[in-house]
């Protein structure tokens, strides 16, 4: 069973910056992923276990950056210009499959507790 611990959430305001991490129990492909109250949950970005592949949902594409350190273990997410529907717990999830970057959450075996981020002034 993988684990996937994530940290970082908090208030921002509109137009502002906030990056969100998570630590897997080792180096697997990931994505991240948010839940609005009432809405589905939706694929945000993902990554590869190599980190030569990612992938943006269109929403946030040019405003949020994934990255990671496969030395810690660490995946992150970099959100800048946040708007008000960015407001969602936001979930880490990992993969055995190296090679997976999808934004499809069936395509992942393990989630974290998730974090929630709020963006309001």
């Known amino acids: 069973q993988l684990h996937v611990v994530e940290s970082g959430g908090g208030l921002v305001q509109p137009g502002g910056s906030l990056r969100i991490s998570c630590v897997a129990s080792g180096v697997y492909a990931s994505g991240w992923f948010r839940q609005a109250p009432g809405k589905e949950r939706e694929g945000v970005s993902c990554?590869?276990?190599?980190?030569?592949?990612?992938h943006y949902a269109d929403s946030v594409r040019g405003r949020f950056t994934i990255s990671r350190d496969n030395v810690t273990n660490a995946i992150h997410l970099l959100m800048n210009k946040l708007k008000p529907e960015d407001t969602a717990v936001y979930y880490c999830?990992?993969?055995?499959?190296?090679?997976?970057?999808?934004?499809?959450?069936?395509?992942?075996?393990?989630w974290g507790q998730g974090t929630q981020v709020t963006v309001s002034s």
């Open positions: 990554i590869t276990k190599s980190g030569h592949t990612t």
């Open positions: 999830a990992a993969s055995a499959n190296d090679n997976i970057c999808s934004l499809s959450p069936k395509n992942f075996d393990s």
